[in-house]
């Protein structure tokens, strides 16, 4: 009998015209600490952000579309990843929403896709079918009104939305209204369960909860700061604990923030800047919830839209738009620091990168 053979699978996505390579498959050699590109798919308008179900094999992207009166409106793209040849496929694509699109989401259960629209205030439901092609789209819910920012927020942006531990609740970051809302998904329908307020200005973009499932942590985009909640799975609410900057002190230049990732055993969280651009690292009191700073790391690059935590727990992969490429990074499990590891892949306009270990 064969032995059983594990690869680590890196997908990128990134911003790029249809007729250019957008999506991009990559194997991570964690001995020698190096990606090889293996694959590389066009057809896609700006698919800026991917989800990677690993147990089906399947990379879910977003590619930009135009509406039948000339507006931007977004497909949802499923690809086959073949681990073993190291081949992405096509399975299908259809439309998804009526905006063009910044994150694309999937339930536990594999039964939905959820985008967000950052332009048009925008969050969709759409069916999955069993063997996880896109089907149709099943609901969309307009966010209204706006936050203190006279520029950023004149009108609801949702970023993201993440589903709570559970698969209950279905959290929807509205960087536009300060606000993270709560919905139910009952019937093939979103439904409005509930919101969390942040402080003005705050400017809420991606969220990542806790592997124990009690705490859940925001980083904020326009003040550049991490909001820390206590989740109450009974209610599906969340109680905030603190916010603690992103930045170091006396930094005066111009920033935003991007994404957040807490480590496998818990006890560090990540946050990327743009303009200071570094990975700000802090360490996860396990029974508070707060954070204690440890440390500011250059990302290598310019632009950190978006990184990911390795399977194993054992490196991190930036990817910076501004400077095309991807940095990696080794983690030291004991601290939570990053080292660079002196290996960076050049990849036009990387937004969007995830990872998963698969048998083959």
């Known amino acids: 009998m064969k032995p059983t053979v594990e690869r680590t699978l890196v997908v990128v996505g990134s911003y ?8 991009y498959l990559y194997e991570f050699d964690e001995a020698k600490e190096e990606l090889k590109l ?20 399947i990379v879910y992207a977003l590619a930009e579309t135009a509406a039948a009166d000339g507006s931007k409106a977004s497909d949802a793209v499923s690809l086959t990843l073949d681990a073993s040849s190291g081949r992405l496929t096509e399975a299908n694509r259809a439309p998804a929403a009526n905006g063009p699109t910044c994150h694309i989401q999937k339930s536990a259960d594999n039964r939905y896709l959820t985008l967000t629209s950052y332009h048009n205030g925008l969050v969709s439901l759409v069916a999955l079918e069993n063997d996880g092609r896109i089907g149709s789209m099943l609901d969309e819910r307009k ?6 920012h006279p520029e950023r927020q004149d009108r609801p942006h949702p ?13 929807v970051c509205d960087l536009g209204l300060d606000r993270i809302r709560a919905y139910t998904v009952e019937g093939g329908k979103l439904q409005v369960h509930g919101d969390t307020e942040l402080h003005p200005g705050a400017g809420p973009r991606h969220l990542a909860f806790h592997p124990n499932g009690a705490f859940a942590f925001v980083i904020n985009e326009v003040d550049s700061t991490i909001t820390s909640f206590r989740y109450d799975a009974e209610t599906g609410s969340l109680q905030k604990v603190e916010h603690v900057p992103t930045l170091p002190a006396g930094y005066e230049g111009e920033n935003t923030c991007a994404e957040i990732a807490v480590s496998g055993d818990g006890r560090f969280l990540y946050g990327s800047n743009r303009g200071h651009d570094s990975i700000v690292v802090y360490e996860i009191d396990p029974d508070s919830g707060k954070l204690a700073y440890i440390e ?12 990911s ?3 194993g727990g054992r490196h991190l992969i930036a990817a910076n738009r501004d400077t095309n490429n991807l940095a990696l990074f080794r983690i030291d499990a004991a601290t939570g ?5 002196g290996h960076s892949v050049s990849v036009s306009k990387p937004v969007c990168v995830w990872a998963g270990r698969f048998e083959v």
């Open 309 to 311: 935590i390795l399977p």
């Open 143 to 148: 966010h209204e009104g706006k936050g203190t």
């Open 38 to 57: 293996l694959d590389q798919k066009s057809g896609y308008k700006n698919p800026t952000f991917l989800h990677l179900d690993v147990p089906r094999r």
């Open 159 to 171: 970023h993201s939305s993440f589903y709570s531990p559970d698969g209950k609740y279905l959290f």
């Open 337 to 341: 620091k990053l080292t660079y590891t």
């Open 296 to 307: 500011h790391v250059s990302v290598q690059g310019k632009h950190p839209r978006h990184f």
């Open 16 to 23: 790029a015209e249809a007729a250019d390579a957008g999506v």
